[in-house]
T-cell receptor
């Protein structure tokens, strides 16, 4: 298993600004994921972040808007850049453990853009 | 196309009644399927996975490849089962696709 923490837990930001979300894991993991969960909707994968390589983005998400860092095996950041109200969402970090698809999730960061 | 469908947004049952949360998938390969649960004010967590064929908190789910389904069942619902349930498909390259979720409400 893995225990994941995220900072901040929530924030209210003005449009046009950027927010960096941190994800910390209590053990070393290879695969980390960033998801977005918009109000009333399911989880949508933004990108997969592996240590030592560039993040892999899903269709509809680009590095300029959502730059990701993965400096080591226990930490990652997601930046939401040039925010608009449409970016208001819960952002979730997760890690894969065990070599399969089983994931452990962080508590999420609730972002509101005004 | 790879897809997970949960047709019910909300399911309301009485305590002690059987409950079935439906999940259908579309995937060309050999699927790996999961159920995740999110209780109020808690983080999303894995409930069960089809490869382990286990029962967790009285819940079971059987993979039916013919019907491309992975429905979650429990014979006697409890109030503490009230939560949001997500069906998920391992879709290759460690990518997971989540269904839209079903909110289960168990009434006293």
């Amino acid at each position: 298993s893995a225990v994941i923490s995220q900072k901040p837990s929530r924030d209210i930001c003005q449009r046009g600004t950027s927010l960096t979300i941190q994800c910390q894991v209590d053990s070393q993991v290879t695969m980390m994921f960033w998801y977005r969960q918009q109000p009333g909707q399911s989880l949508t994968l933004i990108a997969t972040a592996n240590q030592g390589s560039e993040a892999t983005y899903e269709s509809g998400f680009v590095i300029d808007k959502f730059p990701i860092s993965r400096p080591n095996l226990t930490f990652s950041t997601l930046t939401v850049s040039n925010m608009s109200p449409e970016d208001s969402s819960i952002y979730l970090c997760s890690v894969e453990v065990g070599g399969g698809y089983e994931q452990y999730f962080g508590p999420g960061t609730r972002l509101t853009v005004t | 196309a790879q897809r997970v469908t949960q047709p019910e947004k909300l399911l309301s049952v009485f305590k002690g009644a059987p409950v079935e949360l439906k999940c259908n998938y579309s995937y060309s390969g050999s699927p790996e399927l999961f159920w995740y649960v999110q209780y109020s004010r808690q983080r999303l967590q894995l409930l069960l996975r089809h490869i382990s064929r286990e029962s967790i908190k009285g819940f079971t789910a059987d993979l039916n490849k013919g019907e491309t389904s992975f429905h979650l069942k429990k014979p006697f619902a409890q109030e503490e089962d009230s939560a949001m349930y997500y069906c998920a498909l391992g879709a290759g390259g460690f990518k997971t696709i989540f269904g839209a979720g079903t909110r289960l409400f168990v009434k006293a």
